[in-house]
Antibody
């Protein structure tokens, strides 16, 4: 059974940093393309970025407004996906989901809540 | 960025009756590899999103066959043949043909 478990969400002040983790199991993580998607309270879905498998270059792509502040990485030895978020703004308040798949978001975690507030 | 526009934004439906949601993209979603990366997702209240349909019309694992997807190019449709109580929630279309991936605004399905 595929499982994705996000963690690391917290209350952080504007300008602060946070690193989210996503522990994956039930599939071959090192072959998987992984995405982060976020959802602000009461709002729709917003794609954050994606990382390819290392065998396909391990390259990343980001939503343009987030590039430079957010960094996606992976540790295939630990089956874990990361999202490093810097210079956080109040508009970054959202539930952050990790998802797996290329061409779609096939499996989703339960999400972790990030609140940016003074 | 490709803009995804869903209609309607709210859909009150009678139990057992069909429902239909449309999604239009601002550009063709046909990828250079020939595939069309248009998906439909369901988000029940208080739950994470769940994939229903990928590549226009392929039902994902465990999705009931009352859900179907169709369309081509820039116009796509999700149909529910007979709405059940468990179908209440918000439905999103999503394109993964071009970066950044983008979602429709969501359509809220509720029971009349």
């Amino acid at each position: 059974e595929v499982q994705l478990v996000e963690s690391g969400g917290d209350l952080v002040k504007p300008g602060g940093s946070l690193r989210l983790s996503c522990a994956a199991s039930g599939f071959t993580f090192n072959n998987a393309w992984m995405n982060w998607v976020r959802q602000a309270p009461g709002k729709g879905l917003e794609w954050v970025g994606r990382i390819k498998s290392k065998t396909e270059g391990g390259t990343t792509d980001y939503a343009a407004p987030l590039k430079g502040r957010f960094t996606i990485s992976r540790d295939d030895s630990e089956n874990t996906l990361y999202l490093q978020m810097n210079s956080l703004e109040t508009e970054d308040t959202a539930v952050y989901y990790c998802t797996t798949g290329r061409g779609s978001c096939y499996y989703w975690g339960q999400g972790t809540l990030v609140t940016v507030s003074s | 960025d490709i803009v995804m526009t869903q209609t309607p934004l709210s859909s009150p439906v009678t139990l057992g009756q069909p429902a239909s949601i449309s999604c239009r993209s601002s550009q063709s979603l046909v990828h250079s590899d020939g595939n069309t990366y248009l998906s439909w997702l369901q988000q029940r209240p208080g739950q994470p999103p769940r994939l229903l349909i990928y590549e226009i019309s392929n039902r994902f694992s465990g999705v009931p066959d009352r859900f179907s997807g169709s369309g081509a190019g820039t116009d796509f449709t999700l149909k529910i043949s007979r709405v059940e109580v468990e179908d209440v929630g918000v439905y999103y279309c999503m394109q993964a043909t071009q970066f950044p991936y983008t979602f429709g605004q969501g359509t809220k399905l509720e029971i009349k």
